[in-house]
């Protein structure tokens, strides 16, 4: 697919994302204090970033699973049809689960995979998203944690993609077209 030309301007420096995982990690942290073990889930492809930074800061036994969410493909707008492509390795039955997730925008990934989990009846399941646009949301769906709440900007950076490109940035930027 053609992409127009854009730039990338930096909205949440990479700095700033540390400052904020940090702060996160010792509420998980205290939320999940009498854990054996928590299961982090990464939601692939977005939170990869995001999952490494925060399970290193995370004072806590962790196992580290993934399971493979899309939606948007390489569009800018939300299909709002939810497909797993990847399930998680291990179950989750009577397991204390951490949900990690990118971004949160129309909302139909969150609340899908949520339910999906919840299905398989965890013992405790909470959710983080480093980001979140509230004016966007379409489903009636909230993380228990949340990074970085932004105004409806299309960004990049740090695990997010535009179609499939620049998930490398170390920061949150946004897009913004040049033509
Ligand atoms: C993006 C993003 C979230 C989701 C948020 O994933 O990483 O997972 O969309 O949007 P929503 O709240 O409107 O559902 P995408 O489908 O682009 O897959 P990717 O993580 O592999 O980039
Ligand atoms: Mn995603
Ligand atoms: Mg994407």
Redesign the pocket.
């Known amino acids: 697919m053609p992409q127009r030309p854009y730039v990338v301007d930096e909205m949440i420096s990479a700095k700033a994302i540390a400052a904020r995982i940090e702060a996160l990690s010792r509420e998980i942290a205290e939320e999940f204090a009498d854990t054996d073990k928590l299961v982090v889930v990464g939601?692939?492809?977005?939170?990869f970033v995001f999952i490494a930074d925060l399970v290193r800061e995370l004072d806590l036994p962790v196992e580290v699973d993934f399971l493979?969410?899309?939606?948007?493909?390489d569009a800018m707008e939300?299909s709002r049809e939810?497909r797993i492509l990847k399930d998680l390795r291990g179950g989750i039955e009577g397991r204390d689960v951490l949900v990690v997730?990118?971004?949160?925008?129309?909302?139909?990934?969150?609340k899908h995979v949520l339910g999906l989990l919840k299905a398989r009846k965890p013992h405790k399941l909470r959710s983080i998203a480093l980001l979140d646009k509230p004016t966007?949301r379409e489903v009636d769906v909230r993380a228990d944690w949340t990074g970085f709440e932004i105004p409806d900007e299309f960004v990049v950076g740090y695990g997010?993609?535009y179609a499939q490109r620049n998930r490398n940035l170390p920061y949150i930027g946004k897009v913004r077209f040049t033509a």
């Open positions: 939601l692939l492809r977005g939170s493979e969410a899309s939606s948007y493909g939300s939810v997730e990118d971004i949160i925008d129309t909302g139909y990934t969150m966007r997010i993609d």
